[in-house]
């Protein structure tokens, strides 16, 4: 019983949730249950919510491709090199890869002297594969934008020392990443929450799993592939049930956890609603007859 537990206020750098992740031990996390994302939390190692994020942003079609180049950059950060000088203060903190769309916007701001307005048209028109639009301003990107008064609205990369070679090498990297990208504020949300049930896991497991097999009643393969979970990997009892001390839904009891009374096939919620409310009325039942009656 902890009275003023709150998960809004876990630390979000506890040692042992990072290696529990790191096992692939995910059955239940949100967001990391699939094999492959287990298999990319193995070879990552996460040590921070910064991994988390990134782990979460790179797992779909497109950045996907850069989950080998991430994973052997952040084991070797002195194997990690820039197309440029200039993207080292933009994608330091992902080992060199481009992962997220607010990259994707500093490097337009950065590297050719976009507004901040003009650089997220551009990251729209990119995620939606505007292809007219992006060839125009693969031109404005490289060489500039002069106005009709011959004021320059957009320095562009030549002006700003970044060669055209090196320029269109980065252009055609953020194309062909955009049209996938996350933005990192979404991918942010999403790994926290994933790291708020991976503390629970860790910290409180027959908690969890008793809270986690209660939400999947319905979904007989996951149901099952939970209480495989807290036998096998876990080390959990998975109790029979027992009119005078289950519940509703999977509880907490002893050292295991109890079996959800609505979970047994063919006992609807009316009948398990009614025992449980004879058990508050006058205890425990002492006999099968007096179950019966």
Not at 67 to 73: L, T
Not at 148 to 177: H, L, P
Not at 196 to 207: I, N, R, S, V
Not at 235 to 246: H, K
Request: net charge neutral; hydrophobic share 40%; charged share 25%.
């Amino acid at each position: 019983k902890e009275p003023d537990f709150s998960i809004a206020h876990v630390p979000d750098d506890d040692p042992a949730v990072y290696r529990m992740l790191a096992e692939g031990s995910t059955n239940g996390v949100f967001q990391y249950e699939s094999g492959g994302m287990k298999n990319v939390l193995v070879q990552l190692g996460p040590q921070s919510l910064e991994d988390l994020i990134a782990v979460i942003s790179l797992y779909r079609p497109g950045p996907m491709d850069s989950i080998p180049k991430y994973i052997e950059n952040r084991h070797h950060p002195e194997r990690v090199t820039y197309l440029h000088p200039l993207l080292a203060g933009i994608l330091d903190v992902t080992y060199g890869c481009i992962v997220y769309q607010e990259q994707v916007m500093q490097i337009f701001r950065t590297l050719a002297g976009y507004s901040l307005g003009r650089a997220d048209i551009v990251r729209r028109a990119m995620s939606k594969k505007k292809h007219s639009v992006m060839e125009k301003e693969r031109k404005i990107f490289i060489e500039g934008l002069i106005g009709g008064d011959g004021t320059v609205e957009v320095e562009g990369c030549i002006r700003r020392g970044v060669s055209r070679e090196i320029a269109e090498k980065i252009f055609a990297e953020m194309e062909s990443f955009a049209s996938y990208a996350f933005n990192k504020s979404h991918a942010t949300a999403y790994a926290w929450v994933s790291y708020q049930t991976a503390y629970m896991k860790y910290h409180y497991p027959k908690e969890f799993m008793a809270a986690l097999m209660s939400s999947v009643m319905e979904n007989v393969s996951k149901f099952s592939e939970y209480i495989l979970n807290c036998r096998r990997m876990m080390n959990i009892a998975v109790l029979p049930p027992d009119i005078n001390e289950g519940e509703s839904g999977f509880s907490v009891s002893g050292g295991g956890i109890r079996y959800g009374l609505s979970a047994i096939k063919s006992v609807g919620k009316p009948v398990v609603d009614a025992i449980l409310e004879e058990r508050a009325k006058n205890g425990k039942f002492r006999t099968m007859e007096d179950f019966i009656n």
